[in-house]
């Protein structure tokens, strides 16, 4: 079976930073894309950074994003991260994992995607 969970989501201040985690389970990660959405009240979900299969060793970030979020992958324990600095007020929203084993796309739409988290909430506030 296969489990995308997510966490790390809390409450910080405009200007801090979170590391979310992205622990799967039941498939070979190697083999997928991971993609990290966001979704805001009234908000359409959002893709903001996906990491490729180390086999095309691509990443990609939402330009409201760049140069404050950083996507990694750890193997050894079947994880995805996202580090998260100099959060901004209009990053707060429930943030998701996503794993995805084919796309003609780059990066897959959400709708294109295989797997889903739950989803961890993200609070930006002073």
């Known amino acids: 079976q296969v489990q995308l969970v997510e966490s790390g989501g809390d409450l910080v201040q405009p200007g801090g930073s979170l590391r979310l985690q992205c622990a799967v389970s039941?498939?070979?990660?190697?083999?997928?894309?991971i993609g990290w959405f966001r979704q805001a009240p009234g908000k359409e979900r959002e893709g903001v950074s996906f990491?490729?299969?180390?086999?095309?060793?691509?990443?990609y970030y939402t330009d409201s994003v760049k140069g404050r979020f950083t996507i990694s992958r750890e193997k050894s324990n079947n994880t995805v991260y996202l580090q998260m600095n100099s959060l901004k007020p209009e990053d707060p929203a429930v943030y998701y994992c996503a794993a995805n084993r084919y796309s003609q796309a780059w990066p897959p739409p959400s709708w294109g995607m295989d797997y889903w988290g739950k989803g961890t909430p993200v609070t930006v506030s002073s």
């Open positions: 039941g498939l070979a990660l190697d083999y997928y894309t």
């Open positions: 990491t490729s299969s180390p086999l095309h060793g691509r990443t």
